[in-house]
Nanobody, 124 residues
Framework: QVQLVESGGGLVQAGGSLRLSCAAS????????MGWFRQAPGKEREFVAGISMSGRSTHYADSEKGRFTISRDNVKNLAYLQMNSLKPEDTAVYYC?????????????????WGQGTQVTVSS
């Protein structure tokens, strides 16, 4: 089992940046592909970015390409989401998730473990 704890959310103006962190504990972090998802009020949880077990392969939702960067440190058991050029529509609760296996998936139900989420609010 893996426990995940997100941090780094907050209030930022449009055009600003935030870096979210996801700290993992429990079983071997490097055995899991990781994903970041977000959920805005009244909307379904949506995929933001994913990274493979090794960190060599990443994937982004179209709206995040070029603005967000996912990374991981398998020594420190951390995953990150660097978010630049933030927009008001990026406002949501952001979750990190882990799934057993080499590669990420874009569907939330394919992830086994979830953090509690961190709020990101982007003001216009």
């Amino acid at each position: 089992q893996v426990q995940l704890v997100e941090s780094g959310g907050g209030l930022v103006q449009a055009g600003g940046s935030l870096r979210l962190s996801c700290a993992a504990s429990g079983r071997t972090f490097s055995s899991y592909a990781m994903g970041w998802f977000r959920q805005a009020p009244g909307k379904e949880r949506e995929f933001v970015a994913g990274i493979s077990m090794s960190g060599r392969s990443t994937h982004y939702a179209d709206s995040e390409k070029g603005r967000f960067t996912i990374s991981r440190d398998n020594v420190k058991n951390l995953a990150y989401l660097q978010m630049n050029s933030l927009k008001p529509e990026d406002t949501a609760v952001y979750y990190c998730a882990a799934r057993s296996g080499t590669y990420y998936r874009t569907f939330a139900n394919e992830y086994e473990y979830w953090g509690q989420g961190t709020q990101v609010t982007v003001s216009s």
